[in-house]
C-alpha cells in the first residue's frame, strides 16, 4: 500500500487517479481562502445551509435536462442548477434574518431542512424515471470521483481558480467586513454587497466541490482549514494562505490516499485528512497550540515556585514542596541538604525586599497601570524607574542586599 501511496502522490497511478489528485488540491486551495473570511465573520453555519440547498438544484437540473432529451448527468448542467437553488436558499437566510425576528442560525435551521428534505423527495421521484434509475445522483452527497472526466477536472480547476482569483481581488473589503462591519461602513463599503459577495464565493466552492467530496462534507473544507491555520499566525494575510496550503494539501493528499486504496471513499478520506492537519495544528502550534500552552503553563509554575521558594529561604520557613525543592536546586539557590547557598540567600533577600517595596508602591502610585502589573513575579526593576526605586528604599530604610544593583 505504501508504495501504490507514493505512486499516486506522484501522480504516477493512472490518468483518472491524476485527475482526481490535481482537482481535489485545486478544490480544497478555493475552499480554504473562500471559507476564511466566512470564519472570521464568524458564519461558518452559512455554508451549511447553503450546501444542503444545492440538492434540490440538482434533482431539478437533471428533471429537466432529461425532458429536453439531453443527458441529465451533465455535469454543468448539474452544477448550474445547483447554483441556483443554492443562491435562493442563501437569498432566503439572508431575508430572514434581516425582515423576521428570527435569528440567523434559526434561518439556516429551517432553509437547510426545507431545501435538503425537498431534494430528498426529488432524488426519490428521479429513481422512478426510466432514465433516473442509473442516474446516480447519490453520488453528490459524499461525493464520487470514480469516472472522472477530463472536462469535470477541467471545469472544478476553472472554478477554484476563479475562486481564488476574487479572494485576492476582495480581500481588503472582506476582511474590513470580517472584523468591523461598523468601520467598515463608514469607510464607504456596502457591507450587504460583501456579504454576498463572502457568500457567492462559498456557493462557488460549494458546487464546484460537490463532485469531489459532495455536498455534505464541502462544508469541512470551507472550515477546517481557517481554523487550522488561525492556530499558526495572528495576521489575516497569513491565515489566508496557509488555509490555502492546508486545502489543497488535504485534497492532494486525501485523494491519493483513497487512489492507493481504492475501497475507500475520496470525500470523507479528504475531510479526515484535513481534520488530521487541524490535529497538528491545535498541537505543535508554536503560539496557539495544546503543547505550547503546557509549555507556557509549566514556566509559569516554575516561576512560581522559584518566587515562593525564594520568599521561604528569606523568612527562614521550612520548604516541603518537592516542585519547589527542585526549582531551586536546579537554580543552584541550595544545596541537596536543602541549605541555601550564598546566590539563594542573595536572591531571597532580594526578593523579600521587593515585597515590601511593592506594599510601599501601592501606596504611593493609585494608578492601576502601575501596581496592577505586578503578580509577585515582574521584576520590579521593569515596571519603577531607578528613582522610584530608590525613593521607596529610602522610606524603608536600611542597606541594600548583598548583590542589588546600587
Request: charged residues 15%.
Amino acid at each position: 500500500m505504501l508504495n501504490t501511496f507514493v505512486d499516486a502522490l506522484l501522480l504516477q497511478l493512472g490518468y483518472n487517479a491524476t485527475l482526481v489528485a490535481i482537482g481535489a488540491a485545486l478544490l480544497g486551495t478555493a475552499a480554504g481562502t473562500a471559507g476564511t473570511f466566512l470564519f472570521l465573520r464568524k458564519r461558518a453555519l452559512v455554508s451549511d445551509a447553503v450546501a444542503h440547498a444545492t440538492l434540490p438544484g440538482i434533482g431539478l437540473a437533471f428533471i429537466a435536462m432529461a425532458l429536453l432529451g439531453a443527458d441529465g448527468r451533465n455535469l454543468i448542467g448539474l452544477l448550474a442548477g445547483s447554483a441556483v437553488t443554492a443562491g435562493i436558499g442563501l437569498l432566503l437566510v439572508e431575508w430572514i434574518a434581516r425582515r423576521t425576528r428570527l435569528s440567523e442560525d434559526a434561518a439556516i435551521g429551517a432553509v437547510l431542512s426545507v431545501f435538503f428534505g425537498f431534494g430528498i423527495v426529488l432524488l426519490t421521484v428521479i429513481q422512478t424515471m426510466s432514465r433516473g434509475k442509473q442516474a446516480g445522483l447519490e453520488s453528490f452527497l459524499l461525493g464520487s470521483t470514480a469516472g472522472m472526466l477530463y472536462q469535470d477536472a477541467i471545469i472544478i480547476a476553472l472554478g477554484g481558480a476563479l475562486a481564488v482569483l476574487a479572494v485576492i481581488v476582495l480581500r481588503r473589503p472582506m476582511t474590513l467586513v470580517a472584523f468591523d462591519p461598523g468601520y467598515a461602513a463608514a469607510t464607504g463599503i456596502d457591507v450587504r454587497r460583501i456579504d454576498l459577495a463572502m457568500m457567492g464565493l462559498v456557493l462557488a466552492v460549494t458546487v464546484i466541490g460537490m463532485k469531489i467530496v459532495g455536498l455534505i462534507l464541502v462544508v469541512a473544507m470551507l472550515i477546517i482549514p481557517p481554523v487550522a491555520a488561525r492556530f499558526w499566525t495572528e495576521r489575516t494575510d497569513q491565515v489566508i494562505v496557509l488555509a490555502g496550503i492546508f486545502g489543497g494539501i488535504s485534497g492532494y493528499v486525501g485523494a491519493a490516499l483513497s487512489a492507493s486504496t481504492p475501497a475507500l471513499p475520496t470525500g470523507p478520506i479528504i475531510v479526515l485528512t484535513c481534520f488530521a492537519l487541524f490535529a497538528v495544528s491545535l498541537m505543535l502550534a508554536p503560539g496557539r497550540g495544546v503543547l505550547a500552552a503546557l509549555l507556557r503553563h509549566r514556566r509559569f509554575q516554575v516561576r512560581v515556585h522559584h518566587r515562593q521558594g525564594l520568599l521561604a529561604l528569606a523568612r527562614g520557613e521550612p520548604i516541603f514542596d518537592p516542585l519547589t525543592l527542585s526549582v531551586l536546586r536546579r537554580s543552584g539557590l541550595i544545596r541537596k541538604d536543602g541549605v541555601a547557598t550564598d546566590a539563594g540567600r542573595a536572591q531571597a533577600a532580594k526578593a523579600l525586599r521587593d515585597e515590601k517595596r511593592w506594599e510601599i508602591a501601592r501606596q504611593i502610585h493609585h494608578d492601576d497601570t502601575v501596581v496592577g502589573r505586578y503578580d509577585g513575579l515582574t521584576p520590579i526593576e521593569t515596571v519603577l524607574t531607578r528613582d522610584e526605586i530608590a525613593d521607596i528604599d529610602h522610606r524603608l530604610g536600611g542597606p541594600q542586599p548583598v548583590g542589588e544593583a546600587s
